[in-house]
């Protein structure tokens, strides 16, 4: 992928791929979902391991920069590790 352009994908889509900069928007707790779930699909802790699992993703692909943006509290898990970065 051309590093001179901006290229919007899904957590699940950019499994596999590498970007210079990835800004991850909306990860303030209750705004992200996994869109293929239900609330009938999988229990709480399932749809949690698959959340955090598509966020480990999404953070690895960044090479040289990664922000997250929240309009509220950050996850939980986000702000666990922003916290293990400052100490």
Do not use: Q, W
């Not at 290229?7 to 889509?13: D, E, H, Q, R, S």
């Not at 900069?21 to 698959?50: F, K, N, Q």
């Amino acid at each position: 992928i051309n590093d001179n352009c901006v290229t919007m994908a899904t957590m699940n889509l950019a499994i596999g791929l590498e970007f210079r900069a990835v800004i991850l928007i909306g990860c303030e707790e209750g705004c992200l979902r996994m869109g293929h779930e239900s609330e009938h699909d999988c229990d709480e802790l399932e749809s949690r391991t698959r959340l955090l699992s598509a966020l480990y993703v999404a953070c690895s692909r960044a090479r040289e920069i990664l922000s997250v943006t929240a309009a509220g509290p950050l996850l939980p898990a986000i702000s666990a590790a922003y916290d293990a970065t400052k100490s």
